[in-house]
């Protein structure tokens, strides 16, 4: 059984930077392929980032791509999303996932095997 953790959320100022961790239980971590993915009140979820098994693929949303760092560290099986420069529409509840996928489906949150619970991320204006 696969568990996923998330921590780090909170409220900040516009322009404030918040990081996000996630660790995960299970001995295969190191093959999942990890993603992060939100969803604010009334939307549908949506892709943030991802980071391939090995970390040599990394995937970024437009709306976070220069501001978001996402990184993996396989001997503590934890993933960080490093989010800077927040703005007020990042404000939503943030998912870590993990799945088998080939890199053409990472942005689809349905080949994602294993969610956390999710953690609150408010950004003030």
């Known amino acids: 059984q696969v568990q996923l953790v998330e921590s780090g959320g909170g409220l900040v100022q516009a322009g404030g930077s918040l990081r996000l961790s996630c660790a995960v239980s299970?001995?295969?971590?190191?093959?999942?392929?990890m993603g992060w993915f939100r969803q604010a009140p009334g939307k549908e979820r949506e892709f943030v980032a991802a980071i391939a098994w090995s970390g040599g693929s990394i995937y970024y949303a437009n709306s976070v791509k220069g501001r978001f760092t996402i990184s993996r560290d396989n001997a503590k099986n934890t993933v960080i999303l490093q989010m800077n420069s927040l703005k007020p529409e990042d404000t939503a509840v943030y998912y870590c996932a993990a799945g088998f996928m080939s890199s053409s489906y990472y942005y689809q949150s349905r080949r994602y095997n294993y969610w956390g619970q999710g953690t609150q991320v408010t950004v003030s204006s």
């Open positions: 299970g001995r295969t971590f190191s093959t999942y392929t």
